[in-house]
T-cell receptor, first 114, second 112 residues
Framework: DADVTQTPRNRITKTGKRIMLECSQT?????MYWYRQDPGLGLRLIYY???????NKGEISDGYSVSRQAQAKFSLSLESAIPNQTALYFC?????????????FGPGTRLLVL | AQKITQTQPGMFVQEKEAVTLDCTYD???????LFWYKQPSSGEMIFLIY??????QNATEGRYSLNFQKARKSANLVISASQLGDSAMYFCAMREVRQFYFGTGTSLTVIP
């Protein structure tokens, strides 16, 4: 089984709808991240969390919210989706020890907002 | 100002040759980390190599090495003996304090 899973893998929604993207990890890592990837722009950080009570805005948090339900779960919500939120969304985790600098990415969620 | 700049949108390399992908960064934080990731056409992000700002030696991981020139704020990725499977997008990234910043990527095509 994959260490970092994202659901759904693909989602089509309409403008104005609220949607949630979920991320779960079995790596036991404290740090979790949400990114979006747009063609030609690389990845941009939306939110990050260092533990259940530590949630921080990233570079582009407007229009998004997150919830860290447990150490292993970090959800991203679009309260009222708009077409320019169409993108590929990645969740990532980062742990401690010898590989503390390495981020491990989920497979991504492709979101289309009509 | 861009935190990470990758100036090569696309690169071609002959199979078995070496290739260098350029990356420059901008930070005033004395402690930072530099990374390279590979993204094949299937879409997943694969970690390749890491360099810490205080590391004296250039990082190496198999066929990948990171040419770290601190004074020039550059962190170029060198891939030796290119293989067809190396064809992918490559992203340079930096950890500054607690946040990560990614470049816009370089598309590498390995020619048989």
């Amino acid at each position: 089984d994959a260490d970092v899973t994202q659901t759904p893998r693909n989602r089509i929604t309409k403008t104005g709808k609220r949607i949630m993207l979920e991320c779960s990890q079995t790596k036991g890592h404290d740090r979790m991240y949400w990114y979006r990837q747009d063609p030609g722009l690389g990845l941009r950080l939306i939110y990050y969390s260092f533990d259940v009570k530590d949630i921080n805005k990233g570079e582009i948090s407007d229009g998004y919210s997150v919830s860290r339900q447990a150490q292993a779960k970090f959800s991203l919500s679009l309260e009222s989706a708009i077409p320019n939120q169409t993108a590929l969304y990645f969740c990532a985790t980062r742990g401690g020890g010898a590989h503390q600098e390495t981020q491990y990415f989920g497979p991504g969620t492709r979101l289309l907002v009509l | 100002a861009q935190k990470i700049t990758q100036t090569q949108p696309g690169m071609f390399v002959q199979e078995k040759e070496a290739v260098t992908l350029d990356c420059t960064y901008d930070t005033s934080d004395p402690s930072y980390g530099l990374f390279w990731y590979k993204q094949p056409s299937s879409g997943e992000m694969i970690f390749l190599i890491y360099q810490g700002s205080y590391d004296q030696q250039n990082a190496t991981e198999g066929r990948y090495s990171l040419n770290f020139q601190k004074a020039r704020k550059s962190a170029n990725l060198v891939i030796s003996a290119s293989q067809l499977g190396d064809s992918a997008m490559y992203f340079c990234a930096m950890r500054e304090v607690r946040q990560f910043y990614f470049g816009t990527g370089t598309s590498l095509t390995v020619i048989p």
